[in-house]
């Protein structure tokens, strides 16, 4: 642990024997060191249940997200809340990615930490404490962070805070759709918030416009809103609002969940506002991909987007977890030890892929009647059929949906490749 | 970090800056010293959304608990899985616990490694490196430790292991009921275990009968299954099961989740297997309490246990979520920066009870109405009426549903006093 500029770096991440998930070692370890001990997940060298990160899988999905991105000349801010893992962000920086997106203070304190210089906070920075570390953060010159305001109120408490503070805060002004979460509804709405920018002018800067159209369910409204957004940010460059004080250059115009960032390139990547833009997508699930919801939102995608039609391949999924069978108590049931401690359950059950006896050869494919048919802290049910060929000892693998939620079940996580080598240990910090 | 007996002992936990929820630090700092930084919730010391304990509920429900087990006669091993803070398992231990249970030989390596010498394992112990972890525990001879079997594969793969290791492991024998979880179904079942413990009697040693009774839903059938589990366990005693290798003294017969444990108090304090036992009782959520499915749960034992009536008073919640409104972009509705990143939403959605508007001379009850109808990754969705008092920026504390889930959101957490100043943090390890 270093200390430069007042701030922790954590240049070298130990591998900590407390948390779950790793391998046999009694004392803290470097992370780098943790290819010299060889642990290979299909010679039982880690503690199940754990989660692991396929190389491959992860890198052709960075490639994939990069390379469409660049086909329609935007830019790319992963969502860093799904992994927080400063590992992740940084390869993710290294492949192309323009910044990261962030949804709290504390979450950009953890990138800023890492190394991120460019973060768009996508949520508003309420309290005394979160405008604190962003203060903090933002007397860096070398860091360049915008964060979203929607509401007046927000506008003043920003204002009052870093006119104390002597800085200048950069927001995007943040639209919302009727029925939706935050976000400005009307031009009444709208007019307030850049009025109350007006009045903390020499604090609150306006760098560009941003929305979530993720909590839309159907194409058509979403296009219609993004349409709006950029009309919007359009009439706010004609009336001289980027401009007419030392905004950032270009403008920001962001959108895009994991669910829909394809219409929104399509859609943003039209816009002329008669600024330098920039646009930004912020999928964040693409790196781990599922087999759930966003496997399903993806094959859309697939289905109606040209230019990912074209590239001829998917997202990967890249994130399972592995568990021992515990008990087969029934003979139709096997209890399995992997519960609600260990992996997300709000948008589908883990899905068993892979059945792995300690000694054979190599993992088979599991039946397609083996199923997750609930959990709980600690233990799955799984479906199996009278006489199926299963043991007490069995590894079987899971194939996850929603990554995020996956995530902030374990604090470190072994990238392992096709032979299920660990090759890597990645940290989070939820 | 001090390193004794080729195990860490973390004597000297530090708070990290680079956890959520805590106030503005910039480096680590000792969790003994946190009383000095003078942080107050009220005063907006504190980066929300944020959780906590409260010191006064937590001390009230450890001693109601304490109390409630001696009327019984009956011992405490709470489950460590709800909270995994070793500063908890301390406090429950001082405050008269017999043990500490927990689900994983991961678990199981963290409260050892804090301090805690007596540990049931409610589960299977199953593959390599948890046994080695386990292995490595019980190689101190001042640590007590038993795991469940179910299985003449569970015993004969623990009985290859120990003895290539030349160590005794203690079991349970685990019942479990038709339809249920883990556990022997019948007389068959359990045989084969009770065969396989023989093969193996110079590693796995029997030391008691386990259950779970939480997967069944009604008292007549869980006194049933407990009067079936007295009986078994008597039945082993009079085969001289218990006594005729150097088993731990006295036997354990031990149930009991948060929810049905005063009938396994009642059913179980009657038992007379001819034999001295150990009746255990491992409730885990009783120390913060919460106001869903555990104050339902608590309310039916407040009615129907003699005992728990007697003692006139009631567990409370112990565990907020406090966090800012962030947005009121419709009349009708407040968006809350807490989500399913931060709080339990399996059994209930967290409930509005403060509303503290930073300032303020103290926090007033929140309106009836005020509901959370949703949470995503970082938002919650709050149903108000049009013309409430609230306020972007304004505090809102929640209680909690199902403190285990929540508990895993956060590695460290402020404990306050009446006054919402912070006196402690504890570390969680999950």
Redesign the interface.
């Given at each position: 642990?270093n200390?430069t500029n007042?701030?922790?770096t954590?240049q070298n991440p130990v591998i900590d024997?407390?948390?779950?998930?790793l391998?046999?070692f009694?004392?803290?370890l470097a992370a780098v060191d943790v290819k010299a001990l060889n642990w290979n997940l299909l010679n039982?060298?880690?503690?199940?249940?754990t989660a692991v990160l396929y190389e491959e899988c992860m890198t052709h999905n960075l490639n994939w997200m990069q390379q469409f991105v660049a086909e329609y000349g935007v830019k790319l801010a992963p969502h860093g809340?799904t992994t927080m893992a400063p590992k992740l962000f940084a390869r993710q920086l290294a492949g192309g990615a323009w910044g990261i997106t962030l949804?709290?203070?504390?979450?950009t304190?953890?990138a800023y930490?890492h190394g991120v210089r460019r973060i768009i906070m996508a949520?508003?920075l309420?309290?005394?404490?979160?405008m604190?570390?962003i203060s903090?953060l933002v007397a860096d010159p070398a860091f360049e962070f915008c964060c979203l305001v929607?509401?007046a109120?927000?506008v003043e408490?920003l204002g009052a805070f870093f006119q104390a503070r002597k800085q200048k805060l950069n927001v995007l002004l943040e639209l919302?759709p009727?029925?939706?979460?935050?976000?400005?509804?009307n031009s009444a709405?709208q007019t307030e918030v850049l009025n109350a920018i007006e009045r903390w002018k020499d604090q609150i800067v306006l760098a560009g416009v941003e929305l979530y159209e993720g909590v839309l369910k159907e194409e058509a409204d979403i296009r219609q809103f993004l349409q709006h957004a950029v009309a919007c940010t359009k009439q706010l460059a004609e009336a001289g609002r980027f401009t007419e004080r030392a905004a950032r250059q270009p403008v920001i115009l962001t959108g895009a969940g994991s669910a829909w960032y394809d219409v929104v390139a399509d859609e943003f990547s039209k816009a002329d506002i008669g600024l330098p833009l920039d646009v930004v997508l912020r999928p964040g699930c693409y790196l781990t991909h599922d087999v759930g919801i966003y496997r399903a939102a993806q094959a859309q995608i697939q289905t109606r987007n040209p230019v990912a039609r074209k590239m001829r391949t998917e997202l990967q999924p890249a994130l399972q977890l592995w568990a021992?069978?515990?008990?087969?108590?029934?003979p139709g049931k096997a209890?399995v030890?992997l519960g609600?401690?260990d992996a997300a359950?709000?948008a589908g059950m883990p899905l068993p892929v892979s059945h792995y006896r300690?000694g054979n050869a190599a993992p088979t494919a599991t039946p397609a009647h083996w199923q997750v048919t609930g959990m709980?802290?600690?233990?799955a049910?799984l479906q199996i059929a009278a006489g199926d060929d299963i043991?007490?000892?069995d590894?079987l693998a899971f194939d996850i949906s929603h990554p995020?939620?996956t995530f902030?079940?374990w604090?470190q996580i072994a990238v392992v490749n096709p032979q299920h080598q660990v090759v890597d240990v990645i940290q989070t910090?939820?």
């Open positions: 642990m200390v007042n701030h922790i954590y024997p407390l948390n779950k998930g391998g046999a009694q004392q803290p039982e060298d880690l503690s199940l249940p809340k949804a709290t203070a504390h979450q304190r953890v930490q949520n508003q309420i309290g005394k404490q979160n604190a570390i903090d929607d509401s109120a927000g408490q919302g009727d029925g939706g979460r935050t976000g400005v509804r709405q021992y069978v515990q008990s087969i108590p029934e209890i030890a609600k401690r359950f709000d300690p709980m802290d600690q233990h049910y043991q007490v000892g590894m995020c939620l902030d079940k604090r910090f939820f």
